[in-house]
């Protein structure tokens, strides 16, 4: 299994690249910038750290809450199988 945060910023450079290129639309340039604020806050950034919306632009907190569980469930899963793995040195 590759290390979930590798296959987080990988999505994060193929839909970058697809925004670049104009083949990406206003929903692709949504998920990016929540995935963002995801990934720095699972990384220990506050939100002042990562970004100030302005009035009337503020970022859905459901979503960042929805995707923040999903990319931790899948690390936590990653460690205790490298932790089992590790640890299998009987």
């Not at 839909?15 to 206003?26: F, H, M, P």
């Not at 990384?43 to 459901?62: A, K, L, M, T, Y």
């Amino acid at each position: 299994m590759e290390n979930p945060i590798y296959e987080f910023k990988k999505q994060q450079k193929e839909l970058s690249s697809k925004i670049r290129s104009d083949e990406g639309t206003d929903y692709d340039s949504y998920v990016f910038r929540h995935n963002h604020i995801a990934y720095c806050e699972i990384r220990g950034r506050e939100r002042s750290q990562i970004e100030v919306p302005r009035d009337g632009n503020e970022p859905s907190e459901h979503l960042i809450e929805s995707l923040k569980k999903t990319w931790i469930s899948k690390i936590s899963a990653w460690r205790e199988e490298n932790e089992k793995a590790l640890c299998s040195c009987d």
